[in-house]
T-cell receptor
Framework: DAMVIQNPRYQVTQFGKPVTLSCSQT?????MYWYQQKSSQAPKLLFH???????NEADTPDNFQSRRPNTSFCFLDIRSPGLGDAAMYLC????????????FGDGTRLSIL | EDQVTQSPEALRLQEGESSSLNCSYT??????LFWYRQDPGKGPEFLFT???AGEEKEKERLKATLTKKESFLHITAPKPEDSATYLC???????????FGTGTSLTVIP
């Protein structure tokens, strides 16, 4: 029944070693979002795709990239993870960009050694 | 500056003790306000959307209300399974920007 699926649930990588997180959805929603959430903080939007149209938040570091090869899948690439990038990464979808609730996956907890 | 503030940060209730959580916002051009529940180690789960001042939504023991400056999530006779972090988010502006609050951590003690 899971509609937004994130893999893996837990990811450990080394300082500076590229890592990719994945998200898939069965809702056929047009919009996919990536958020970073640190402990006891609000989710912080990194970027979103409206269909194939990529929208980067102004304060998202260049170290973070994203790919959306098709409607169902979206990837978050961290090119050179630093210790400050350890966080929960949440993927969400919404049917459209208008006034629509977002549906979240259960996140990937990223640890940096 | 657009902002969403939730209070209190943490709340402990006895089972059956009703209370309210607050979400206040200062944004331009509110489009809607969303309430989510987040359990530890999980993603936020959608609860309600409120579109305009005066609107109310209910689901089981939860009731959300909206004014021009804030929203309340009222919890009536809570149970331990209501323990979670409750997040509010506001969608606003011509770009439909999404702003999350930092949440209220609710603990209901049996």
């Amino acid at each position: 029944d899971a509609m937004v699926i994130q893999n893996p649930r837990y990811q450990v990588t080394q300082f500076g070693k590229p890592v990719t997180l994945s998200c898939s959805q069965t809702l056929n929603h047009n919009v996919m979002y990536w958020y970073q959430q640190k402990s006891s903080q609000a989710p912080k939007l990194l970027f979103h795709y409206y269909d194939k149209d990529f929208n980067n938040e102004a304060d998202t570091p260049d170290n973070f990239q994203s790919r959306r090869p098709n409607t169902s899948f979206c990837f978050l690439d961290i090119r050179s993870p630093g210790l400050g990038d350890a966080a929960m990464y949440l993927c969400a979808t919404s049917r459209d960009r208008g006034l629509q609730p977002q549906h979240f996956g259960d996140g990937t907890r990223l640890s940096i050694l | 500056e657009d902002q969403v503030t939730q209070s209190p940060e943490a709340l402990r209730l006895q089972e059956g003790e009703s209370s309210s959580l607050n979400c206040s916002y200062t944004v331009s051009g509110l489009r809607g306000l969303f309430w989510y529940r987040q359990d530890p180690g999980k993603g936020p789960e959608f609860l309600f959307t409120l579109y305009s001042a005066g609107e109310e939504k209910e689901k089981e023991r939860l009731k959300a209300t909206l004014t021009k400056k804030e929203s309340f999530l009222h919890i009536t006779a809570p149970k331990p399974e209501d323990s979670a972090t409750y997040l509010c988010a506001v969608q606003a502006g011509t770009g439909n920007q999404f702003y999350f609050g930092t949440g209220t951590s609710l603990t209901v003690i049996p």
